[in-house]
Structures are given as C-alpha cells and as structure tokens.
C-alpha cells in the first residue's frame, strides 16, 4: 500500500477508534438508575451514583465492548477459515455447543466456578466448530448458501439435544436466562472472564497475516510455506475461547460475527492486517449502540440486546443474501 | 533437479499415477501432456507437497518433498493449480505480495515491494493493481496467480494449465514469460499443457503422460511425432512444419 494511502488509513482507523470512548461515555450515563456527571462530582447522594457507576455501568459498557470486539472478529477467522461469508459462530454450531457445555457444566457440576464453566463451554464449542468444519471437508458443496444452511443445521441439532436434557431436568429456564443475550445483569466480578477473550483477540491480530493465507485454501497456504492445519488449529481455539467467555458472561450475541466482518471486507477486503482493526472497532461500536437502544426503546425497561442485534442481524443476513453479486461473495 | 522415484497414487481400486521414475533436470521448460484423466495434475501436486503420495519418493534438489519442513520448501519450489477459487477478497496487489509470505511472514520490507512491482509489471497488472480479484476477469485473475507464483522467486516453478482463461496475445504473452524466466533468469519451469502446439514451441522438454505411466519423453522434436502424438492421444494426428516449428493438426 503506498505510504499516503497508508496514512489515511490509519488516520480514519484514529477516528474511527475514537468514537468507541464517546459511545462508552453514553453507556455510563444511560439507564434506570440516574447517574449524572453533577452527582458524581458532589457525591450528593452519598456516593450512590458512583456505586451504580463503578459495579454496575462501568463493568457493562466494558463487557460490551470487548464482547462486541471479540465475537466481530471471531466471525472474521471463522469466514477465513470455513472459506465462505456466511460463517459465525452462532452459524456454524459453536454457540450452540457452548451452551450445551454449560448445561453440562449445570448437571454435572454446578459448583464450578465461572472460570471452570467457560473452559468446559470452550471445549464443547472447540468440538462442535472442528466437527462444523469436518463436515464441510466431507460434502462437496456447490453452493455457497449450503456451508450456513449445515451450520444452522448443526446447531440446531446441538441445541435440541440441549433443550431436552434441559427440559428433562427442569433446567430450561435458567439455560435460557444463560443463553440469552442480556448485559443487564452484568456486575463487578461478573465478566472479567472478557478480558480473557479480550488477549485472544489480540492475539489473534498477530496472526493476521496468516489467517489471511489460510483464507487463500488449503492449497495456497501449503505453497508459501504455512502449516495450514496449525493456523485452523489456532482458530478454533481463540474462536471456541471467545466465543465460550462471551455465553457464560453475557450469553448469545448472534450476528456481529456476520454484519461486521461483511460490512468490513465489502469496504477493505480480506487482508486481515489491515481489516482486522477495524473489524474490532465496529463489532465494539455496533455493540455499543444496539445495547444504548435497547436500554432507551422501552424506558424505563430493557429490550435484551440479543433482541436488537437479532432484527438488525437477520434483515442484514437477508441483505447479503438477496443481494445482485451475492454468488461471488 | 527434481527426482521421482517410484511414485504412484490410488484412489480406492484407481491407479491414477501408476510408479512414475522421472528426472527433470535444473533450468530449462518442461512441458506435461497427455489425455484427459492421465495423472499429469495429481502428478504435479505430489510433486509440490499438495497431494500426499500413495507410495514413491520425490526429491526436489535431494530435498524430501514430504518431510522438508514447508518454508523451505516455499523458497525453492511454488505452484500454481488449476482451479484457484478465491473466496478472500484481496487486491491484486496484496496476492502478488503474499508471494513474499515464505521469506518475510508477516513483515514486508521494502525489498518486497521491488519484487512486487516486478512482477506485477510482468504480467501487465499494474493499472489492476488496485482491484479486488472479484472485479477481474478470469484470465486478469488467472495473470495475478501467475504473477504471484513469481513474486515467489522460486526456483523451481509448476503451473497446472497456466493458460486457462487467457486469450492468444496473453497465452503466447505468458509462454514466452516463462521462457524469458528460464532463460534469464535460471529457473526451472514445469507446465502441465493442454494444448500440445504450444508445448511444441515453447518447451526444452516434453513428458508425455497415458494412463498414469510417463508414455514418452525427449526433446520436442522427438516428441513432436505423428506416430508418437497419434498413440499418446489416441486420435489421428499430422505434424507440419511451420515457420520452423513442429505443428501438430488434429482438427
């Protein structure tokens, strides 16, 4: 890239990084509980607004934005690794299988911590996105729309088979308040475990490049000299971490990992060392403001982000689909 | 050099390369050709590590495709297949880049962008450079694979039917390209060919393939012979002499 290109990039990618803590301030200050800037600063109310603050709106905006971040760019690997735009996690059976994890995790063990639980969930989802991909090496598939259609599939077997241990234990409510995706109940020493998928992130980001190579196929990545099972191998585990941080903390965020990574590649393309960023920053923005709108749609109530995400999701996932040169993409 | 030994390749009860013994000298074309279903690809992608062997041995410079670790490998040898279904959208410029994946990984330097531009200029893809593969046409693609092959500066070099897509001017443009990168610049070319004309005229070396056994091979102009090309391809064929080149008609 030349450099003057190259500076303008970067001096957009600035900006657009900056409006993420602008975003953040409004998380703060928007909810049921006043919090006001003037409260804060005389501690009126005895410190009250600052307690709000710091256990409950500052833990949420920043789960938000690495969860946002996270599952943005997890749907990116994924899309590099399963070769197709249709793939994330909640396409692909890794949601689903995390959340039969925790099922698991509730049976069975019930006492573990909620570091414990996330790695069992890691495992499951690591399991069920590896089986995904072995099923996709298995079908010759013509057509880009079936690699999702058998990902939903997958994950629509992976959650009955979760639904009915669930129902058989009288378990269904609570897997469904897990699953859901709600930052409402998010609390100080509630979603640290976020900072965990927050450093795979970023790792994956040092891998960029390779994950680009990996997109090329198989092939391609054996001709320059890649190890392309290791770099799947790493996939799968920074997409299976982040995405079982993610459903024990805040539950199932469906579709960032498909809207961002798409918006983002339409723009820029697909050499990750230069889209990846901005993969992070939007997933971290898109987040941001469906969580905001859905703490205002219904004040003093919440529409679950889940909620949110799922209509703005589903309309964009039809977009992708309907659109003129959707064989190409 | 690169050396077969013995090498063969199954599919369930299908013998597709059936105990190949081949050496291909350093420098120099050499050209593949042979009928539909003869081995020539599955042979080409055994010997660029892609395909594992069923049994055999393949040495690139004495080095064992199958246990060389694969960057060094990628400094010496690249390849080219034929379908390149490219799902990631990248711009031709950053294809031709990641020909320099194997020396530099994840930190271009400026030596990469001279190799580059080179071979960008090569193929005649600057004014493309620009654009994503999807905004291309299949011969414009089928050019940055090339041009990516070479921005690899290997020097061993396979393509498997590099001339798909691409119309006369930038056939003949692309075979005499390959020429020139033999020629001058010492490498070692091997082509899988469809068509046995260009083959004729371009190459130091033809290997002809039938049923998964290396049929014939020599000089083209021992290959290049009525009888040899009518038993090879099983379909009547005449040699002319035209311009000083063997021609084969089988129209």
Known sequence: ??????????????????????????????????????ALLSGQDGGRAAEVLMISRLPRTLALILAG?????????MQMLARN??????????VESASLGILAVMLLAPGLPMFGKMLVAALFALAGTSLFLAILRRIPLRSVLLVPLVGIMLGGVISAITTFFAYRTDMLQSISA??????????????????IAAGLTLLAYFAAARFTVAGMGEAFATNVGLNYRRIVALGLLIVSMVTAAVVVTVGMVPFIGLIVPNVVSLALGDNLSKSLPWVAILGAGFVLVCDIAGRLILYPYEVPIGTVIGIVGSAFFLFLILRPNARVA | MIELKSVSKQYGDTLVVDGVDLTLPKGGVTSIIGPNGAGKSTLLSMMSRLLPMSTGWIGIDGLDVTKTRGDVLARRLSILRQDNHMTARLTVRDLVAFGRYPYTKDRPTGEDKVHVDRALGFLDLQPLADRFLDELSGGQRQRAFVAMVLCQDTDYALFDEPLNNLDMRHAAG????????????????????????FASCYSDHIVAMKAGKVAFQGAPDAVMQA???TEIFNTDMAIHEIAGRKIAVFY
């Open chain 1, 85 to 94: 735009r249709f793939v994330e996690p909640s396409t692909a059976g890794t």
């Open chain 2, 174 to 197: 692309m075979m005499r390209l390959l020429r020139r990168a033999a020629d001058h610049f010492n490498k070692t070319i091997v082509l899988v060919l469809h068509d046995i004309n």
């Open chain 1, 1 to 38: 890239m030349p450099t003057r290109a190259r500076r303008w990039h970067i001096s957009w990618l600035l900006l657009a990084a900056a409006t993420i803590p602008l975003l953040a301030v409004v998380s703060l200050f928007v909810g049921v509980s006043e919090v006001s800037l003037a």
């Open chain 1, 69 to 77: 971040s996270g599952m943005a760019v997890c749907g990116t690997i």
């Open chain 2, 227 to 229: 009888s040899v090309l």
């Open chain 1, 178 to 195: 897990w699953t859901t995706g709600d930052f409402s109940g998010v609390l100080r020493g509630r979603y640290e475990l976020l900072w």
